[in-house]
């Protein structure tokens, strides 16, 4: 018989580190997570879209971010790396106990990951307000294509809200902590901010997400001006 040991847990007094970009919503995402177990943790800034290290490429293979080491335990991917940290770390649950809530959870990630990140964030809000801002060409075509692109997202999402199983805004989970920073990047362009307002759910969901201490603590533009 093939007897197999299993490699020890990390526990919850080792040091933990989130590799990430300052204006990665996907950092974002984890960094929230983070905060609301309130988990302390130090951030070490790498850039995804210049070259790798040989030694960031050890921690995550595609290079790109966010990715977690906590003790000699290292993971990437965000939805790992959050399922991780919740049931890792005492703090208040950020999944839900019932079926439909979790389902619900894990469809709105999924949703968000396939269907709205890019059009939102790399479309809309980088070509309208990201680009600009650091003087770099932008394209309005981009933001017309993200913009239609991201309206069947949108309109689940607002659907969801409504709904009333998560993106509460007041019970944080993990879906709250994976649509804000893209939400967050896509109001920042004033053609996404208008698109929102059309989705009182969602909009209301905003409003009382955008005024967490979570939220204003990890601002990617938070002291930056524009060079
Ligand atoms: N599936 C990855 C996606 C992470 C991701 O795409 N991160 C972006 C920053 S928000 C990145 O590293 N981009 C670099 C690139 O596209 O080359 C995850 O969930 O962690």
Redesign the pocket.
Known sequence: MLLLTKPEEASMTEPVQLYG?RY????RVARLALLSKGVTHHVQEVD??GEASETYLTVHPF????ALSHGSFKI????A?TRYVDRMFDGPSLQPHDAASVARMDQVIAVV?AYAYWPM?RQVASHSFFRPFFGDPSSSAEVETGLVASAKALSFLDGVAKEGFVLTGYDITLADCHVAPMIDYFVRAEEGAKALSALPNLQNWWDRVSALTIMHATDPFADVQAP
Not at 24 to 27: E, I, L, P, V
Not at 76 to 79: A, I, L, P, R
């Open positions: 970009y990665s919503a996907y950092t995804p879209f290079g790109r971010v966010p990437f991917e965000t939805n790396i990951d964030v």
